[in-house]
């Protein structure tokens, strides 16, 4: 039994620690259960639909007819014959999921059983977050083990929202399920810290505004910058056929049953444009909470510099995009170094950085 201090429920405590394991568990299962979706659906060659390069005939409104002189003076309008094009804007490049869209009915079945099992965890780990906080009484992240089970919690429910939505991003299940293994097994064997109360800095609401926002803007940061990772490998494998490559293997069956490259640069961009503004508000609720805890509203303190300088790299993404040489990869690599900030900040700051918020500890 772990040893906890005082006011502190010793049994909601220790629920919380059982549900969190339950629900890597889960996790695990779904895990396998995505492998099985994009394995079963790879064998299939039929219903490949999400082609980095599918052939569509080209808009006669907005393609000129090409005329050719007939003898005796008259003339016949030939069409244009087909182009090859990208996937169309919008389009829904895999119907129900990467198993569906290889054509297999089994590799479809494993990915619903992914999804299950995905829920399944996500109302586990839920129930262990609020048990954490319930053991406490306050909000369940004030070190980084809480921030890391919450943090994962929330990355989760929005990808299932999106699901529920009818939003078509199954294809993020299998990224999200390990990453979230990771972060959980990280968090129970290295960050791990037993229920106890706050330093007083930390005993005010700003605890509830200022870090539940920053944990939400990572969660939806991160389902950003997993699209802009699988928009390159896709924008790549769409390039090579455009040049007449014919790639091969394992990955390329992945591949084609990404969406495309077009949808997925746009995913990243509209979670991360929609996010930026309140990732900006996290920053200044910060301030605002500095101001009241140590007398000042920035002092440069090493999480407010790195929380700047993310600010920065999501502008400088954002400006990015509004500007026409600055589309495609170039981008998606600013999207990953802002990201890389925000992990910095996460994990680097806290645990190889003297600053102020060290007191939060691991």
């Known amino acids: 039994m772990i040893p906890l201090a005082a006011g502190t429920n010793e049994n909601l405590a220790n629920l919380s620690n059982m549900l969190i394991y339950s629900a890597i568990a889960v996790y695990t299962l779904a895990f396998l259960a995505h492998i099985a ?11 490949r639909t999400a082609a980095a390069l599918t052939a569509q005939p080209a808009s006669r409104a907005a393609a000129p007819a090409v005329r050719v002189k007939k003898e005796g003076g008259g003339t016949a309008v030939l069409e244009r014959p087909e182009v090859v094009t990208r996937a169309a804007s919008g389009a829904r490049d895999v119907p129900d999921g990467p198993g569906a869209h290889g054509g297999d009915e089994k590799g479809d079945l494993y990915g619903r059983i992914a999804v299950s099992l995905t829920v399944l965890a996500f109302l586990i780990e839920a129930g262990g977050v609020v048990a954490r906080a319930l053991s406490v009484q306050r909000a369940p992240w004030g070190n980084m083990y809480e921030f890391s089970i919450t943090f994962s919690t929330v990355a989760v429910g929005t990808y299932l929202g999106f699901l529920a939505a009818g939003k078509n991003v199954r294809w993020l299940g299998l990224p999200l399920v390990t990453t979230v293994l990771l972060d959980l097994g990280i ?11 706050l330093v007083p800095a930390l005993k005010s609401y700003w605890l509830y505004i200022h870090v539940s926002t920053a944990i939400f803007c990572g969660a939806v940061f991160y389902l ?16 090579k056929l455009a040049g007449g490559g014919k790639p091969g293997g394992f990955a390329t069956s992945v591949l084609e049953r990404l ?17 930026f503004p309140l990732w900006t508000f996290t920053i200044i609720a910060g301030a605002i909470w500095a101001g009241d805890a140590w007398g000042r509203y920035w002092g440069w303190d090493a999480k407010e510099v790195w929380s700047f300088i993310t600010w920065v790299g999501y502008a400088c993404y954002l400006h990015a995009r509004a500007t026409a040489g600055w589309r495609g990869r170039k981008a998606a690599y600013l999207a990953l170094i802002a990201f890389a900030c925000f992990l910095f900040n996460y994990y680097g700051v806290n645990l190889f950085v003297n600053s102020k918020h060290s007191y939060a500890g691991v």
């Open 37 to 47: 979706e994009w394995v079963f659906g790879s064998r299939s060659k039929v219903g």
């Open 187 to 197: 968090a129970v064997n290295l960050l791990y810290t037993a229920s106890a109360q």
């Open 259 to 275: 969406p495309s490259a077009l949808s997925l640069d746009k995913f990243a961009y509209r979670v991360n444009a929609a996010i």
């Open 224 to 239: 950003g910058a997993v699209a802009s990772v699988l928009y390159l490998f896709r924008d790549s494998y769409e390039n």
